[in-house]
């Protein structure tokens, strides 16, 4: 959605699509990485433990991080893997924002609700809740917002082209 370009990140009905941290150079100056989703897939224990070992190195040792962009599905009430992940996040002095995805699918009321549910979860370990988008990939709600928080947070951001890197 950010970059516009359809089919660039894999996706997939069947969650565990992701299985490799893929870097995306925009502009020639800053990467989107995608990593593999922490949360329900159709895979071994011991292959998801191997992504979560994995992701957690790559965040916790990646000196050029600037954000991690925490996707959580809009639809659903507050996830204790969603939780546990903003925790792990917190207590490792890693910045980062929650994108709320899919709002499309349902009303905003509904979404408005179970974000609200998720901030008081979170303040139940946080002084205060971290940022947030609502987004949907149909609509590209929230595509500006986060482009913008990006050209924030990058000085030499620029509206995103794209290269794909593996």
């Known amino acids: 959605m950010l970059v516009q370009k359809k089919g660039l990140a894999k996706t997939s009905q069947t969650p565990g699509k992701t299985q490799l ?6 502009n020639d100056n800053w990467y989107i990485v995608d990593l593999p989703g922490y949360g329900y897939a159709r895979a071994s224990k011991s292959k998801k433990s191997e992504w979560d070992k994995f992701i957690h190195t790559y965040l916790d040792k990646r000196e050029s991080l600037q954000c991690v962009m925490v996707l959580i599905d ?27 995805t899919k709002a499309d699918k349902q009303s905003s009321i509904k979404t408005d609700q179970n974000i609200a549910k998720f901030k008081k979860a979170v303040l139940a370990t946080f002084e205060e809740a971290p940022g947030y988008f ?12 986060i482009l913008g928080f990006i050209g924030g947070v990058n000085r030499e951001f620029v509206v995103p082209e794209f290269t794909e890197r593996n």
């Not at 941290?21 to 925009?26: E, G, K, P, Q, R």
């Not at 969603?82 to 925790?87: A, G, S, T, Y």
Request: with cysteine; proline share 2%.
């Open 134 to 145: 609502v987004t949907s990939s149909e609509t590209m709600l929230g595509r500006d917002e």
């Open 74 to 100: 809009s639809r659903l009430e507050p996830q204790k893997i969603d939780l546990e992940f903003c925790n792990w996040l917190g207590e490792k002095g890693l910045s980062f924002m929650l994108v709320f």
């Open 21 to 26: 941290i893929n870097h995306f150079l925009v």
